[in-house]
């Protein structure tokens, strides 16, 4: 009996996670979501766990040594944390616990699951429009993200041959509560800083993520996914 494609997400307790989700269990995948607060859909199978703490790694290693086989996986990273934090006014301990969730763990994950995966396998980051340019008040997450780019393109050097292929997916203003949390109620106000004159759905994000992870011609590629920005 062959074994399915499997889906290995963080952050799909919501937001765009939770749309990837449903997304690949639609095409047939079995999907792990890791997170702190579990996925609303009994077909999920969630681990929760907070992927800043010390012992992540080793919950992480237990959780694939149990959980996973060789098969075709999409390793998708998707958790991160936006804070609102400036160069001259960060604290390490907050500097670190973003860089822990949104390019740490990613590290992780890959060291622990690259060995279960059959070619035609994927790793797909999850950038920003923040991972190419830089805004004031969002310091350590434009720093994490400009390092996702680079973990990316290193990954798809360094998995020449292996059949997996990675890509680096970067919404614009997308519906979520991290946007909403982050600039309050002007989220409305950020339309217009979209070409269509509208905030993005976090289901156009999963779309764009299960075209990347179906189609290895897409490899080492950094795919912004804004609605094209109004420049000004
Ligand atoms: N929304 C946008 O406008 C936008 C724009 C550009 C890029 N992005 C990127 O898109 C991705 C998804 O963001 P989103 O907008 O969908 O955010 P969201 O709705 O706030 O979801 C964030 C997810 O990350 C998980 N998470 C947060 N802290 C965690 C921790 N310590 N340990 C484990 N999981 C944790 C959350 O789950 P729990 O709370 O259950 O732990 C949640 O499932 C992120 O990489 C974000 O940077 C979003």
Redesign the pocket.
Known sequence: MSISPILVI?????????KTALKFLGLGYRVIN????PAPHDDIENYQ????QPDAEAEIKSFVDTHLKKTKICLVH?????LNDTAQGTDSASFKDVLN??VVAPHILNQHIIPFMSEDSSIIY?????SEKAVSNAYS?IVS?HAIIGMMKACCQDLAGTGIHTSCI??????????R?HVGESVDSLAKLSTFGRI?S?SE?ANTIEFAALNPVINGAVLHANLGQVES
Do not use: V
């Not at 999850?126 to 923040?130: A, N, P, V």
């Not at 970067?170 to 946007?179: A, I, K, Q, S, V």
């Open positions: 963080t952050g799909a307790s919501k937001g765009i996670g939770f890791l997170s702190r607060t766990i907070d992927l800043t998707n958790a991160a944390m936006l969730l949104n999850i950038g920003s429009t923040l997450y993200k970067c919404p614009g203003f997308t519906d979520t509560e991290m946007l949390q993005i976090p994000i």
